[in-house]
């Protein structure tokens, strides 16, 4: 496990320090984001979830705890910013902070630790909380955005979702998988390359993300979103999958998930809606260098507790 550790971090670190060198253009970033979103991660989601097994006895308690888990986030996100005096704005990226994750660490990490049952398992939470996690953030950064309200909040959601890969690639899976479609040879064998693409490139852009130097004056915040992650997103995942009868395999997936830092897309919902971007900016770095700690602890603690 600590070598498989010891490997993410270090395509982590290898990203930060081409970008912080200028080994390439500012623009080979934008493009190579662009790839990784747009095709390389849809074509890995597609292929784990066109495959997955997705049994009732499974799935239910599994997007239940997902959804629980979601929800008292939100909850831990307001509560935050209440005690803490955070403008909406602020309170919006606390949120953010706790509801959303970077699947791109966490299935890199659950692969190489855990291996291809661990991946699939890590797809299909992906698979429910980006449409959970993207109209929970939406609306959120809508309600607690200063200045004029707008009245299109559906359109928003709508907008967000057709303009988001992912959901399509999702979409697209579960409709193979649940109606037992064949798919030709040559789409399954793309789709692998794909998904074997993907993994070393997000992790380069995962790395070219962080921002040393956003870091400011956040101290309170940045306390409560490393909180989030650290103790009380974990805890509860781990609580509430163990009442509804997960096992142990499917704990430590969810475990790590909700141990992964902030999705760097946040960064870029809360730019575009009103959210406070520069915060998010903060909390996205500073989580990701705390799951490379957080990460390690968690899954040791959780062979020793399960």
């Given at each position: 496990?600590?070598?498989?550790?010891?490997?993410?971090?270090?395509?982590?670190?290898?990203?930060?320090?081409?970008?912080?060198?200028?080994?390439?253009?500012?623009?080979?970033?934008?493009?190579?984001?662009?790839?990784?979103?747009?095709?390389?991660?849809?074509?890995?989601?597609?292929?784990?979830?066109?495959?997955?097994?997705?049994?009732?006895?499974?799935?239910?308690?599994?997007?239940?705890?997902?959804?629980?888990?979601?929800?008292?986030?939100?909850?831990?996100?307001?509560?935050?910013?209440?005690?803490?005096?955070?403008?909406?704005?602020?309170?919006?990226?606390?949120?953010?902070?706790?509801?959303?994750?970077?699947?791109?660490?966490?299935?890199?990490?659950?692969?190489?630790?855990?291996?291809?049952?661990?991946?699939?398992?890590?797809?299909?939470?992906?698979?429910?909380?980006?449409?959970?996690?993207?109209?929970?953030?939406?609306?959120?950064?809508?309600?607690?955005?200063?200045?004029?309200?707008?009245?299109?909040?559906?359109?928003?959601?709508?907008?967000?979702?057709?303009?988001?890969?992912?959901?399509?690639?999702?979409?697209?899976?579960?409709?193979?998988?649940?109606?037992?479609?064949?798919?030709?040879?040559?789409?399954?064998?793309?789709?692998?390359?794909?998904?074997?693409?993907?993994?070393?490139?997000?992790?380069?852009?995962?790395?070219?993300s962080i921002r040393i130097s956003a870091l400011r004056a956040h101290s309170a915040a940045l306390v409560l979103a490393v909180l989030a992650k650290l103790l009380v997103l974990p805890v509860i995942m781990m609580l509430v999958g163990l009442a509804l009868g997960l096992d142990k395999d499917v704990l430590l997936v969810l475990v790590v998930l909700a141990v992964a830092p902030t999705a760097t897309s946040s960064f870029t919902l809360a730019q575009e809606l009103g959210g406070d971007a520069p915060l998010m900016a903060e909390i996205i770095?500073?989580?990701?260098?705390?799951?490379?700690?957080?990460?390690?602890?968690?899954?040791?603690?959780?062979?020793?507790?399960?």
């Amino acid at each position: 496990m600590i070598s498989t550790i010891l490997s993410v971090l270090l395509l982590v670190v290898v990203g930060y320090l081409i970008k912080m060198r200028a080994f390439v253009p500012v623009s080979f970033w934008d493009a190579l984001s662009k790839i990784c979103y747009w095709i390389l991660f849809p074509g890995l989601l597609f292929n784990l979830t066109s495959t997955a097994s997705l049994s009732a006895e499974f799935i239910l308690p599994f997007c239940l705890t997902l959804l629980i888990a979601a929800t008292v986030m939100v909850i831990y996100g307001f509560l935050a910013g209440r005690l803490i005096g955070a403008s909406g704005p602020a309170t919006s990226s606390l949120i953010q902070a706790g509801l959303r994750h970077n699947g791109f660490l966490m299935l890199a990490f659950v692969q190489g630790a855990f291996g291809v049952a661990a991946l699939e398992i890590g797809a299909i939470a992906v698979a429910v909380l980006v449409p959970i996690s993207n109209i929970f953030a939406v609306i959120i950064i809508f309600l607690l955005r200063e200045g004029e309200q707008d009245a299109h909040l559906g359109q928003t959601i709508m907008a967000e979702f057709a303009r988001n890969p992912l959901m399509g690639a999702i979409i697209l899976g579960g409709i193979v998988n649940l109606l037992s479609i064949p798919v030709p040879d040559f789409i399954t064998g793309a789709a692998n390359i794909l998904g074997s693409a993907a993994l070393p490139m997000l992790l380069l852009c995962v790395g070219a993300s962080i921002r040393i130097s956003a870091l400011r004056a956040h101290s309170a915040a940045l306390v409560l979103a490393v909180l989030a992650k650290l103790l009380v997103l974990p805890v509860i995942m781990m609580l509430v999958g163990l009442a509804l009868g997960l096992d142990k395999d499917v704990l430590l997936v969810l475990v790590v998930l909700a141990v992964a830092p902030t999705a760097t897309s946040s960064f870029t919902l809360a730019q575009e809606l009103g959210g406070d971007a520069p915060l998010m900016a903060e909390i996205i770095t500073v989580q990701t260098l705390v799951a490379a700690i957080g990460i390690p602890i968690w899954v040791l603690a959780m062979t020793h507790i399960l």
